[in-house]
């Protein structure tokens, strides 16, 4: 698998709980897609690497989602740069998405899906998740439904010092 896929800060901060592999390779690349990294030959290799054969095609249905979760979002989605150690509220809840398919919970997929996307575009939205948690799950990556905890301040997340948050919408 990637080795390559770091989400400690070079303090030596934690990555964020309960984030497996899966976790990071779809947050690392995602944040590589958006910061213009699109055909990185590292992702290439760690999709490879995790999935074999089947390597390229999953990246081009995660691709996919990416897509219909930009177009199906009702706002401008907030993703941190790459290396940033925290994940955002928006990259949380897209792992969230996937991860109600994967688990067959359609109350909290459909809760999601909501929350997330304009009613135009939710069904988009619903057929390119469950077709990456299907083909993740085909290659035996499971993604853990978060823990609910609830927030004890109803906070923004701030934008860090050399830009840990960057804005992305189609």
Same mark, same amino acid.
């Given at each position: 698998?990637?080795?390559?896929?770091?989400?400690?800060?070079?303090?030596?901060?934690?990555?964020?709980?309960?984030?497996?592999? #899966?976790?990071?390779?779809?947050?690392?690349?995602?944040?590589?897609?958006?910061? #213009?990294?699109?055909?990185?030959?590292?992702?290439?290799?760690?999709?490879? &690497?995790?999935? #074999?054969?089947?390597? =390229?095609?999953?990246?081009?249905?995660?691709?996919?989602?990416?897509?219909?979760?930009?177009?199906?979002?009702?706002?401008?989605?907030?993703?941190?740069? =790459?290396?940033? =150690?925290?994940?955002?509220?928006?990259?949380?809840?897209?792992?969230?998405?996937? &991860? $109600?398919?994967?688990?067959? $919970?359609?109350?909290?997929?459909?809760?999601?899906?909501?929350?997330?996307?304009?009613?135009?575009?939710?069904?988009?939205? +619903?057929?390119?998740? /469950?077709?990456?948690?299907?083909?993740?799950?085909? /290659?035996?990556?499971?993604?853990?439904? =978060?823990?609910?905890?609830?927030?004890?301040?109803?906070?923004?997340?701030?934008?860090?010092?050399?830009?840990?948050?960057? +804005?992305?919408?189609?």
């Amino acid at each position: 698998m990637g080795t390559d896929i770091a989400f400690a800060a070079e303090d030596g901060q934690d990555a964020p709980s309960g984030f497996g592999f #899966g976790e990071h390779l779809l947050v690392w690349s995602w944040r590589r897609m958006a910061a #213009g990294r699109t055909f990185c030959p590292l992702m290439m290799d760690d999709f490879s &690497a995790a999935f #074999g054969d089947d390597g =390229p095609e999953v990246f081009a249905t995660f691709c996919t989602f990416l897509q219909a979760l930009a177009v199906a979002s009702r706002k401008p989605l907030t993703i941190g740069t =790459p290396g940033c =150690p925290e994940i955002t509220a928006d990259e949380r809840q897209a792992l969230t998405l996937i &991860a $109600a398919s994967q688990a067959k $919970a359609p109350a909290l997929l459909e809760a999601h899906l909501r929350w997330i996307a304009i009613p135009e575009k939710r069904l988009v939205l +619903q057929i390119a998740t /469950n077709a990456l948690a299907r083909a993740l799950a085909v /290659n035996e990556m499971v993604l853990d439904l =978060p823990e609910h905890i609830l927030p004890t301040a109803c906070e923004r997340p701030r934008a860090m010092s050399g830009g840990a948050f960057a +804005q992305t919408h189609a």
